[in-house]
């Protein structure tokens, strides 16, 4: 017994010293051997590793949830993200359905913020999963079914605003030899990439006639480079036993010099040459000098935008980057990024996958831009009954005396409000302050008292704006509005303030 107790004590010493040794050998140079740091010296990849070298030949993922094997060495995403292959094998469902009329609604309010910022194009380009483009090459039980979550989703928003990138490409695999896609890798390769970009010219063309794009030679392959597996043999623990092909293309060598700057702190991050970009969690800007169009560009976009960025950057002068989910996120920075950036185009580049997520974290923000003289005035409010405020000396002008302030407006001239564009309301504060919160409600016809339902908050600026009415949350659009009641609640700051009739109208 005692000697069976030794012999176990000795076999685990033994291995305790094995385990540092085989790392220490199997280190790829001498700058990752670490001998003061447990996790080098005890790390067990190399346990995985040799078992993934035992079941791959099988067909067998040693973490099936990252990871697919397919056929003839390609590799697929699993189901941990986003259910890529059960997504891709289901029918689309009423859920489905659902989702892409709610995206397309949202894409819709989106592109009217837009418009009313000066953004001349919007488009949403999706790029394919592999499983997608190479359906030959996935398992036979993970074959992708017609109509799935997918074309349900692209069937309800506008085609001229998403821009399926599918026929491009599984055109391009029939009339090339190369692969447009890395076989160890999730995404699609610069050639690919360089496809998918043709195709997202050709659509934004249509709509700026005027813009260049790279000539056909920028897309052929200059040469083709053996690297290391990609993410999905990373995965398996095989990188370096399966290997891969990157091609490389001509745009490459184009005279495009590239400067990549922090959006927010201003610092220099990069000069040189006009290298691929990872998508990045912070905002940048990549000013590129020899480009074809001196345009600005609001590029949110994800991994399958890293291919993509040197042709963006031949292309576009001044592209602000930054992944799309971050964006878009509650709280996040899109509206502040088209305000400051002032952008004449906004792209979205979204993995198939994501699709479905695109908008589900945010609603699209009310758009208020400045009155100008193109205003065309429909139908005038007038005061209807002023709660906890007190009247100035001069017209209009009012003092807050109590948490409830707010002015009760009723509206004549049915017609011109059914057709109105925007409201504009006129609030100056006497303080200066450059904005004030309001709560907008609003009384349809037939309905007896103001509710939540039909409410709003805005941070309005301060003076003569226009409130987009298309991009009010439930604003009944083609119905009756006959009152409005505009709820003033400044804490500390703009506690006086004049508050002119507001109007409903049209501006050009």
């Given at each position: 017994?005692?000697?069976?107790?030794?012999?176990?004590?000795?076999?685990?010493?033994?291995?305790?010293?094995?385990?540092?040794?085989?790392?220490?050998?199997?280190?790829?140079?001498?700058?990752?051997?670490?001998?003061?740091?447990?996790?080098?010296?005890?790390?067990?990849?190399?346990?995985?590793?040799?078992?993934?070298?035992?079941?791959?030949?099988?067909?067998?993922?040693?973490?099936?949830?990252?990871?697919?094997i397919?056929?003839?060495?390609?590799?697929?995403?699993?189901?941990?993200?986003?259910?890529?292959?059960?997504?891709?094998?289901?029918?689309?469902?009423?859920?489905?359905?659902?989702?892409?009329?709610?995206?397309?609604?949202?894409?819709?309010?989106?592109?009217?913020?837009?418009?009313?910022?000066g953004?001349k194009?919007?488009?949403?380009?999706?790029?394919p999963?592999?499983?997608?483009?190479?359906?030959?090459?996935?398992?036979?039980?993970?074959?992708?079914?017609?109509?799935?979550p997918?074309?349900?989703?692209?069937?309800e928003?506008?085609?001229?605003?998403?821009?399926?990138?599918?026929?491009?490409?599984?055109?391009?695999?029939?009339?090339?030899?190369?692969?447009?896609?890395?076989k160890?890798?999730?995404?699609?390769?610069?050639?690919?990439?360089?496809?998918?970009?043709?195709?997202?010219?050709?659509?934004?063309?249509?709509?700026?006639?005027?813009?260049?794009?790279?000539?056909?030679?920028?897309?052929?392959?200059?040469?083709?480079?053996?690297?290391?597996?990609?993410?999905?043999?990373?995965?398996?623990?095989?990188?370096?036993?399966?290997?891969?092909?990157?091609?490389?293309l001509?745009?490459?060598?184009?005279?495009?010099?590239?400067t990549?700057?922090?959006?927010?702190?201003?610092?220099?991050?990069?000069?040189?040459?006009?290298?691929?970009?990872?998508?990045?969690?912070?905002?940048?800007?990549?000013?590129?000098?020899?480009?074809?169009?001196?345009?600005?560009?609001?590029?949110?976009r994800?991994?399958?935008?890293?291919?993509?960025?040197?042709?963006?950057?031949?292309?576009?002068?001044?592209?602000?980057?930054?992944h799309?989910?971050?964006?878009?996120?509650?709280?996040?920075?899109?509206?502040?990024?088209?305000?400051?950036?002032?952008?004449?185009?906004?792209?979205f580049?979204?993995?198939?996958?994501?699709?479905?997520?695109?908008?589900?974290?945010?609603?699209?923000?009310?758009s208020?831009?400045?009155?100008?003289?193109?205003?065309?005035?429909?139908?005038?409010?007038?005061?209807?009954?002023?709660?906890?405020?007190?009247?100035?000396p001069?017209?209009?002008?009012?003092?807050?005396?109590?948490?409830?302030?707010?002015?009760?407006?009723?509206?004549?001239?049915?017609?011109?409000?059914?057709?109105?564009?925007?409201?504009?309301?006129?609030?100056?504060?006497?303080?200066?302050?450059?904005?004030?919160?309001?709560?907008?409600?609003?009384?349809e016809?037939?309905?007896?008292?103001?509710?939540?339902?039909?409410?709003?908050?805005?941070?309005?600026?301060?003076?003569?704006?226009?409130?987009?009415?298309?991009?009010?949350p439930?604003w009944?659009?083609?119905?009756?509005?006959?009152?409005?009641?505009?709820?003033?609640?400044?804490l500390?700051?703009?506690?006086?303030?004049?508050?002119?009739?507001?109007?409903?109208?049209?501006?050009?």
């Open positions: 017994m005692k000697r069976s107790v030794i012999v176990f004590l000795l076999s685990i010493l033994l291995v305790l010293f094995c385990i540092p040794a085989i790392n220490i050998i199997s280190a790829p140079d001498k700058s990752a051997i670490k001998l003061t740091q447990k996790s080098f010296l005890y790390n067990m990849d190399f346990v995985a590793s040799w078992t993934s070298k035992l079941l791959y030949p099988l067909g067998i993922s040693i973490d099936s949830k990252q990871v697919i397919g056929k003839n060495d390609w590799l697929f995403l699993g189901d941990q993200y986003r259910k890529t292959i059960s997504n891709g094998r289901r029918p689309a469902t009423d859920a489905d359905v659902a989702i892409g009329k709610q995206i397309a609604t949202s894409t819709k309010n989106w592109n009217t913020f837009l418009e009313d910022k953004v194009i919007f488009r949403i380009m999706i790029g999963d592999k499983g997608s483009i190479y359906p030959e090459q996935l398992p036979s039980w993970a074959k992708p079914v017609p109509f799935n997918t074309d349900a989703l692209l069937a928003v506008e085609p001229q605003r998403f821009i399926d990138l599918r026929p491009a490409l599984l055109a391009g695999k029939k009339n090339h030899a190369e692969d447009l896609y890395f160890t890798d999730t995404h699609w390769n610069a050639f690919g990439a360089g496809i998918a970009f043709k195709a997202f010219a050709h659509e934004v063309g249509k709509a700026a006639p005027e813009l260049k794009w790279p000539s056909e030679e920028a897309y052929g392959i200059a040469r083709i480079k053996q690297i290391n597996g990609g993410d999905l043999a990373k995965f398996l623990r095989l990188s370096t036993s399966l290997p891969d092909k990157e091609p490389l001509n745009a490459g060598n184009l005279p495009i010099k590239t990549r700057i922090d959006y927010t702190t201003h610092q220099i991050l990069f000069e040189g040459g006009n290298p691929e970009v990872n998508a990045p969690k912070k905002p940048i800007i990549v000013k590129s000098e020899g480009a074809l169009n001196n345009k600005r560009v609001l590029w949110l994800d991994s399958f935008g890293t291919s993509l960025a040197p042709l963006m950057a031949a292309t576009f002068s001044d592209v602000l980057q930054l799309w989910s971050v964006a878009t996120e509650p709280g996040g920075d899109f509206a502040q990024l088209v305000e400051e950036w002032k952008p004449d185009y906004v792209f580049t979204v993995v198939e996958r994501e699709a479905q997520t695109l908008w589900e974290s945010d609603l699209p923000v009310i208020v831009i400045p009155k100008n003289e193109n205003f065309q005035i429909g139908s005038i409010g007038k005061p209807s009954k002023i709660n906890q405020l007190t009247t100035g001069s017209a209009n002008e009012f003092e807050m005396k109590g948490d409830d302030a707010y002015v009760d407006f009723s509206f004549s001239s049915k017609d011109a409000r059914i057709s109105a564009q925007y409201l504009n309301i006129d609030l100056t504060c006497t303080d200066g302050s450059p904005t004030v919160p309001v709560q907008l409600f609003w009384m016809n037939g309905q007896a008292y103001y509710d939540e339902a039909h409410s709003t908050r805005i941070l309005l600026r301060t003076g003569q704006s226009l409130i987009n009415l298309k991009t009010i439930k009944p659009q083609g119905d009756d509005i006959k009152r409005v009641r505009v709820d003033v609640e400044a500390k700051n703009c506690t006086r303030f004049t508050l002119g009739n507001p109007s409903f109208g049209v501006q050009e």
